[in-house]
């Protein structure tokens, strides 16, 4: 197992990172109970990757619950990181980035995650209502407490990115070491200005939404209708409400479906799963650091893991390139 430095850090991690966004109970609704989780996670750290990432908001925190049970044990072998920004009630100071609510949000994470300290804190969203600088001053205060280890942010644009490290110079505080952004042979918009503007601002990638989705999943193909045991299949996709059925038409695309069809065509070729390719073809792109992988099943983190390891032939590298090529507008 390799490991790389996160950003301008000196902090290793695994090129694989966990999601558990899934992890717990949403609307009465399973969506990976905690035994389940427990196996997942169980795998992961087997496997020889190290870095989980949750948020107060997953799960109406249950997601960190599940976590800090899950880890009891090897906690000095994880590098835990969380976020924070979104609601945690309905309180006018119960969401953003100001001192008030990140001081809360992080004695209320410490707590759920069973531990005194969090590798990686994020800024889970931009917070146009909070002077950068009370945040990055609050964060760094979190640092010097021993309580956090590292800062980062997530779903920043690239002035976002360069707005907040000049204000931690400007606080002396602890500058950003990670973004987190969304990346996929489906959505390359960050790579005309947030991947290289984090590059040149010290920053590592945590990229998400590998899958997109699901689309590059293998269980959508061109001319085929959707199943009815998945996103946009049944009652709840294009055969469901007018929203859900406008959201499937979007993401079911005539360019989307030719990138999943292209995926499975080169997963059938090299003897592995759609999942693979994506995960791969992500890896291989500069300026990411680490993929996050969010499966619910363990059979779905099987799926995965072995993109990790798996080299892309060049002229597969260049024909998932040119055929999900981001339009110049």
Known sequence: MSYVNLGHSGLKISRACLGTMNFGIAHTA?????????????????????????????????????????????RDKVVLATKARGATGAGPNDSGLSRAHLT???????????????????????????????????LDGFVRAGKVRYVGCSNF?????????????RVNGVPLVSLQPRYSLISREIEADVLPTAQRQGLGTL????????????KYRSGERPAGDTRYGG???LGGDAHMAAM????????????????????????????????????SRRGVTSVIVGPRTA???????PGFSLELPMELLRALSKISAPSSG
């Open 104 to 138: 809360r949000a992080l004695e209320a994470s410490l707590k759920r995650l069973g531990t005194d300290y969090i590798d990686l804190y994020q800024m889970h969203h931009w917070d146009a209502d909070t002077p950068l600088e009370e945040t990055l001053r609050t």
């Open 299 to 305: 059979a779905q983190l099987t799926d995965y893991l």
């Open 235 to 237: 009652t709840m996709g």
């Open 207 to 218: 990229t998400y939404g590998v899958l997109a989705g699901g689309i590059l999943s293998g």
């Open 30 to 74: 399973p969506w990976c109970d905690e035994p389940q989780a427990h196996r997942i996670v169980g795998a992961f750290l087997d496997a020889g990757h190290n870095i989980i990432d949750t948020a107060d908001v997953y799960t109406a925190g249950q997601s960190e619950e599940v976590i800090g049970r899950a880890v009891a044990g090897r």
């Open 157 to 169: 644009r690239g002035s976002q990115i360069v707005e907040a490290q000049w204000a931690a110079a």
């Open 248 to 283: 499937a038409t979007r993401s079911l695309s005539a360019r989307n479906l030719a990138i999943a069809d292209a995926v499975a065509k080169a997963a059938a070729e090299l003897g592995v799963t759609p999942s693979a390719v994506a995960v791969a073809w992500c890896l």
